[in-house]
């Protein structure tokens, strides 16, 4: 998997993370694990066996993988795997945390699986506003309620932006972001070095006014995501011009660090987008 770190006085550094298993539903630990299919190797003539190894995160660090849609998966050193916008699927792991949001089923599962330690609707089912401020081992997490806005409707408080604060880290996640931010909304959400965005431009807020947004909060890594046919990244990217600098991975996953970001904003896209 390729890690991507960013801010050293202007300059990219990468670094390659090493193969990852997965076993019972959960990431391995940096020690080597046997191998669940060496019965099946071992019947194959001159088969080799290989041991892998997770690249474990140190502690100023995260891992951020795309899963698709809506969906990031957002891993900290201690371990807590967080899914965004988890509809039922967060990547081969079973996330200690999902975070949803109704604007769609694709946002949202009614049938989490009860192994999921936290999960964090955008809405209150019981009416008002979500509110969301927890401490899940090394991550902070804390919410931002935005209406959802559909056929002349509003819903007040129906969406979430979503917060995590991580490895000296500031990660946030738009939702299905349907208007413009007020100002207590920026107040509220404060400084974001990571910010995952919505690009459609169309079931959510337009492309004007998503990079409105984008060039208001300046944050360091933008990473889209509910890209659409009709609106790709590179739409995005276009609309941004040239206050942003933008890389498309090889890989889905990205390896960050707070005194390793980029010094100009910059538009990462992953693979499979």
């Not at 995501?225 to 206050?243: C, D, I, K």
């Amino acid at each position: 998997m390729l890690g991507v770190v960013g801010r050293t006085i202007g300059c990219f550094c990468f670094s390659f993370a090493v193969a990852v298993i997965w076993l019972s539903g959960s990431v391995a630990t940096a020690q080597t694990q046997p191998s669940t299919c060496i019965a099946v190797a071992q019947s194959i003539p001159g088969a080799t066996h290989v041991a892998f190894q997770i690249n474990a995160l140190a502690s100023h660090e995260v891992r951020i993988t795309f899963v698709g849609h809506s969906t990031y998966l957002i891993e900290s050193a201690d371990g807590v795997t967080i899914a965004t916008d988890f509809s039922g699927f967060g990547g081969v792991v079973t996330p200690k945390v999902v975070t949803m949001n109704r604007a769609h089923s694709t946002h949202f599962t009614n049938f989490p699986d009860p192994e999921i330690a936290h999960v964090l609707r955008g809405w209150d089912p019981e009416g008002g506003a979500a509110s969301h401020y927890l401490t899940v081992d090394d991550v902070l997490i804390r919410n931002v309620t935005t209406d959802i806005v559909r056929g002349g409707l509003r819903e007040p408080d129906a969406n979430s932006i979503f917060i995590f604060e991580v490895a000296g880290l500031c990660i946030g996640h738009l939702g299905h972001l349907h208007h413009a931010l007020t100002e207590e909304h920026y107040s509220q959400i404060g400084r974001l070095d990571v910010v995952m965005v919505p690009i459609d431009g169309g079931l959510t807020l337009s492309l004007e006014g998503m990079s409105e947004i984008i060039r208001r909060l300046r944050s360091s890594v933008i990473l889209p995501m509910h890209a659409r046919g009709w609106a790709t990244s590179a739409n995005f990217v276009s609309m941004l011009g040239e206050t942003v600098d933008h890389k498309v991975l090889t890989s889905n996953t990205l390896v960050l660090s707070l005194n390793s970001l980029p010094a100009r904003p910059t538009v990462i896209v992953p693979a499979g987008l």
